[in-house]
């Protein structure tokens, strides 16, 4: 009797005192509120909630502490972030809104942030767009921070296990609405698609339909990416598409595209960018103004130690790494047994827009070869740069223009970064990735990096 007394006074005194905690709760958070609007914003960033979710207030902390700042906290509210600290006394904040990779570039286009994260390219019509603040798909503005790929998944007793690209197109589109037409069972198929504002489904849609295709209305739309997953998981006719980070645990479909064979995504795959759903992961900022703090954090974004938190975050990051590959049957002869006896690096070089021209990328990848070949272990490597051209009509011309990439990277290295000893192999158009003529020159063009 005397327990039941206890419980009963102890339950009548947190009811009484519930109120009371509810509204310190509610002063403290105010209070918070209060310090955040009273600090100094350092920078701002908005878009990707790819980038916004886990990797950008990683960096962000990573970064604060690396310039000596101290008492780094986190605070969240849904998709939007505040990184606070102390730097040398004055209590700062940087704000993460991770809304879609479409809201970066607007809110660089107003002003409101300072870099915008995206998880696919820029469009023309936002270069357009923000033309008045300079060129933004120049190295000043573009920076890519890592890469990501899109897996398609399908629920686990679902036995498809391979699909092309083109029958993802199909899927999406409502050409194949039942699953016993791919070898699996006798249910209508249930696309998950995500919003018009994703970079995901912008990705997405770039590379299974070449562009932007409003959705087909038998699709469901998802609100993120934690949706598709647990739908997946629940629904035997379910299928749908998640960064790679996402996606582990999951029944991976292997996807073919082009004329090697399908792959199912995993790191090594990733980071050469020969998985057909590749997507670079990308830091912009007006290349018009200069802002110390912001160049500050791209340059730790892209350094060593911003490149391990990019990795830590379940991304592939852009430091090279040797990969061992399988010889390919049908391949030119002095390929396979470079395949057979070397290892290629993660790095491939490629062209802006199929063009001559290095691509942003490549012109930072130049360096980092440059420091991994300096690296003690690597000095007494040999590198053989491989090119492959997009052009399939002429044997002899397709030759000429792989050679010609490869010659190009060579001589970056050579004239740049002192690095006079590479070997030069052309495959002409051997193993393009894509058969897509619209992506085909940026994909396909490419060079190879190989040691031995």
Not at 334 to 342: E, F, H, P, T
Request: no cysteine; proline share 4%.
């Amino acid at each position: 009797m005397g327990i039941r007394r206890h419980s009963v006074h102890t339950t009548y005194i947190a009811r009484l005192l519930l109120p009371m905690v509810t509204a310190v709760a509610l002063l403290f958070s105010t209070l918070a509120g209060a310090s955040e609007g009273a600090a100094k914003t350092l920078f701002r960033l908005t878009g990707s909630n790819t980038i916004g979710a886990d990797l950008a207030p990683a960096l962000v902390k990573d970064y604060l502490e690396s310039i000596g700042a101290s008492d780094i906290r986190q605070r969240s509210e849904g998709e939007k972030h505040w990184i606070s600290a102390r730097l040398q006394g004055e209590a700062i904040v940087v704000p993460i809104i991770a809304l879609g990779s479409s809201t970066g570039f607007k809110a660089l286009d107003t002003g409101s942030a300072d870099i915008a994260m995206a998880s696919r390219r820029i469009k023309s019509s936002e270069v357009h767009a923000l033309a008045r603040l300079g060129d933004f798909t120049g190295p000043q503005a573009e920076h890519v921070i890592g890469l990501d790929a899109l897996v398609i998944t399908v629920h686990k007793d679902n036995p498809v296990s391979q699909l092309s690209v083109a029958q993802l197109a199909d899927i999406y589109s409502g050409k194949i609405r039942n699953w016993g037409q791919l070898g699996g069972p006798d249910l209508p198929i249930h696309p998950l698609h995500r919003d018009m504002e994703s970079g995901t489904r912008a990705t997405f849609d770039e590379e299974v339909f070449g562009g932007s295709r409003s959705a087909a209305p038998f699709t469901h739309q998802v609100s993120g990416n934690h949706e598709t997953r647990a739908l997946v998981e629940q629904d035997l006719a379910a299928i749908g598409y998640l960064p790679f980070a996402d996606a582990d645990g999951l029944h991976k479909v292997a996807i073919k595209s082009g004329d090697l064979a399908a792959l199912v995504p995993d790191r090594g795959i990733i980071a050469t960018e020969d998985f057909p759903l590749t997507r670079r992961l990308y830091l912009y900022r007006n290349p018009g103004s200069f802002h110390p703090q912001v160049d500050g954090f791209l340059h730790f974004v892209e350094s060593t130690s911003g490149q391990q938190i990019v990795a830590d975050t379940g991304f592939i990051n852009l430091t090279p790494v040797a990969v061992k590959m399988a010889p390919y049957a049908n391949a030119p002869d002095n390929y396979r047994k470079l395949m057979a006896s070397g290892s290629r690096l993660s790095i491939s070089f490629r062209f802006a827009d199929g063009s001559t021209e290095l691509d942003n990328r490549a012109l930072r990848d130049l360096h980092r070869l440059q420091d991994f070949m300096a690296e003690a272990e690597n000095r007494n490597l040999s590198l053989t740069l491989v090119g492959f051209s997009d052009r399939k009509a002429n044997a002899n011309i397709s030759e000429l223009i792989s050679r010609f990439r490869a010659l190009k990277v060579q001589g970056a290295l050579l004239r740049d970064h002192q690095m006079g000893d590479s070997q030069i192999m052309a495959v002409g158009a051997f193993a393009p990735l894509t058969a897509d003529s619209e992506q085909g020159p940026v994909k396909n063009s490419r060079v190879e990096v190989w040691i031995n």
